[in-house]
């Protein structure tokens, strides 16, 4: 546990910007479309590296990728790829930048199918947060029965850099799990706000 600004903290206290990220988005339920995308974006190029190595590089993301706009994505060709390639700002993976341009029509399709992405997605928690009660990170595990079912059925319909962990790992960014410890201030507050 971690304690400053006299808030105790699970973590994310040592970076101003991890800390920013603790205190106001990991773990608060999301329901814009725009937003889901630009974290199944931004989980997928976590794949393989620490979350505040993506973190410091979101915002050099947010302009490459025109504000994680899924339908502009939706639509980008090689010589995109290129520029993206050859942007110093960004995780250069050929692999990675290929699927944030297939994820976004895989999740334009979703949209015409559920009507939005936030439905079809918070089905899989029947539509409510999971609030986890757990004490320490070794409680906490890497991907559930559901991050499982969720990985699956994203693969289907056309997804990639969709695994298990990074199904978790979204669940968490998104707030469909309150995985915040018992002893952070923020697991009381999601808890009280969002919890049933």
Not at 27 to 41: A, S
Request: proline share 4%; charged share 30%; glycine share 6%.
């Amino acid at each position: 546990m971690n304690s400053s600004n006299g808030k105790t903290r699970c973590w994310g206290d040592k970076d101003p910007l991890m800390r920013k990220y603790h205190d106001e988005e990991w773990g608060v339920p999301v329901h814009e479309d725009p937003i889901h995308y630009e974290f199944i974006l931004l989980v997928g190029v976590q794949a393989g590296l620490n979350w505040s190595i993506v973190l410091k590089k979101r915002e050099n993301y947010r302009e490459a990728f025109d504000n994680f706009d899924y339908k502009k994505i939706a639509n980008y060709d090689q010589n995109k790829i290129e520029e993206l390639l050859s942007n110093p700002g960004l995780i250069r993976n050929k692999k990675k930048i290929e699927s944030h341009i297939k994820n976004a029509r895989a999740f334009i399709n979703v949209q015409e199918e559920y009507g939005s992405f936030d439905d079809y997605i918070w089905s899989f928690v029947n539509y409510r947060p999971k609030m986890n009660n757990f004490k320490t990170f070794k409680e906490m595990p890497s991907k559930t029965d559901i991050s499982e079912e969720m990985a699956k059925d994203l693969k289907k319909k056309g997804f990639s850099f969709v695994g298990p962990t990074t199904c978790y790992a979204y669940m968490q960014s998104v707030g469909m799990v309150n995985d915040h410890l018992i002893h952070c201030f923020r697991w009381k507050a999601i808890k009280e706000k969002y919890g049933s």
